[in-house]
């Protein structure tokens, strides 16, 4: 496992930071763009409100494989007469799933109206904000302001924008000079992101649910990730100083990763949409905090592990892993938690998932754990190894 982890899995902190820092300046210029165009339309429309904010495994340092793939969200500003009033989505829908209702401070009136049916679908006789208008006009902004930014950085890298429908566009990075000492191909996941306050935003869910199922237009998704970096941060300050617990959820993402090439379809898609990588670090979130922090020093490293994978397949018997943020009052008190997230309903990530599903990944989980060396041996090849498309 130790080889493994270094040899495959592990990210050279040297090639991630110089990664980190050309995403940042490249971002940066094309929200800058982004702003200045978005400024001219008046108060009525979307803007952007300038700034970005950097999310995911790449930023949590336990990214695995290769620094080329980065999420940053986007924060949009509203018009300013206008206020988000998200609340949970009644019916059948994906799990954890918004609405985002809106208020006019002075009451909805004639001057509204533009914005509305711009950006909004009526639910219940209420206008409510659309995730799939906001993403499409993300689209074509940032794709309007490409031109601006190419121009600018010509000299270090070629830009480029792409977007699937119901997908946040990618922006493609390749450096062209020796302005990175590494030289590779960068993709940037541009999230527009709808500012709750307290460092909570709504990003759109994606087109399909679990079971393929179209999700309507007007749902949202809950982003906490600034309270998850947060808890990493407190974990860290906490726990051993040779802490192997993100080395844990490196290996396990790993092991999934191989396991997939021995899967066939649907079960491979399956596979890969339970055991998402929110969802094992959600796990070990709960798992963490279970038991004493000095029991995951690095030389209990196989004990930890294993651990992990018997609290996912106690869960997936269940069926039960909840959300670690929405409505949990385990929390350390050190991780201020906002308002809105503790009072929020409990939300279980499996409910979405069938019971056979559920009860045949727990078994394949097991089976991979028990057969890892088999496993990464077989599957270690350079045939296996080129990148997985992220769900």
Same mark, same amino acid.
């Given at each position: ?34 702003? @200045? ?9 979307? #803007? ?8 995911? #495994? ?66 219940? =006789? ?20 490409? =031109? ?52 909570? $935003?709504?990003?759109?869910?994606? &087109? ?30 906490? @726990? ?35 055991? #998402? ?50 409505? *949990? ?8 938690? &906002? ?8 939300? *279980?990530?499996? #409910? ?9 990944? @727990? ?15 077989? $599957? ?8 997985? &498309?992220?769900?």
């Amino acid at each position: 496992l130790e080889r493994f982890h270094a040899r495959q899995l592990r990210v050279s902190p040297h090639v991630l930071g110089h990664s980190k820092a050309h995403v940042g300046r490249v971002v940066a210029e094309l929200v800058r763009a982004a702003k @200045a165009q978005g400024l001219q339309p008046g108060p009525l429309a979307l #803007s952007l409100r300038g700034d970005f904010v950097r999310i995911g #495994s790449a930023y949590e340092q336990h990214k695995v494989r290769s620094p080329d793939c980065f999420d940053i969200l986007v924060p949009l500003r509203l018009p300013p007469h206008l206020e988000p009033q998200p609340r949970r989505a009644d019916g059948p829908g994906p799990c954890g799933a918004f609405v985002c209702g809106l208020r006019a401070r002075d009451g909805w009136t004639r001057r509204c109206r533009p914005f509305a049916e711009g950006f909004c679908v009526e639910l219940q =006789g209420r206008s409510h904000l659309s995730s799939g208008l906001v993403l499409r006009w993300f689209q074509g902004h940032l794709q309007r302001c490409l =031109g601006a930014v190419r121009y600018r950085l010509q000299e270090r890298c070629r830009v480029s924008l792409s977007a699937c429908p119901g997908q946040p566009p990618t922006l493609h990075i390749l450096p062209c000079s020796d302005y990175v000492c590494c030289h590779i191909s960068m993709a940037v996941r541009l999230i527009p992101a709808v500012p709750l306050g307290d460092a909570l $935003y709504l990003t759109a869910l994606p &087109p399909e649910g679990p079971h393929g199922s179209p999700a309507p237009e007007a749902l949202w998704g809950l982003n906490a990730s600034r309270q998850e970096q947060r808890l990493l941060g407190w974990l860290k300050e906490q @726990a051993p100083a040779a802490s192997c617990h993100l080395k844990c959820l490196q290996i396990l993402k790993g092991l999934r990763d191989l396991r997939r090439h021995g899967l066939e379809e649907p079960f491979c898609s399956q596979w890969g949409r339970v055991l #998402s990588s929110y969802l094992l670090k959600t796990a070990l979130f709960s798992l963490l905090l279970q038991g004493p922090l000095e029991a995951w020093d690095e030389r209990f490293l196989v004990e930890r592990l294993e651990d992990l994978v018997l609290y996912l397949r106690d869960c997936l018997r269940k069926q039960v892993l909840m959300d670690f943020f929405l409505g *949990n009052s385990s929390v350390p008190e050190a991780v201020a938690l &906002p308002r809105f997230l503790k009072e929020a309903a409990p939300v *279980n990530l499996l #409910s979405a998932f069938d019971g056979p599903t559920l009860d045949l990944v @727990a078994f394949q989980l097991i089976s991979t754990w028990i057969q890892a060396p088999h496993i990464i041996r077989m $599957y270690s090849s350079p045939r296996y190894l080129r990148p997985v &498309p992220a769900p």
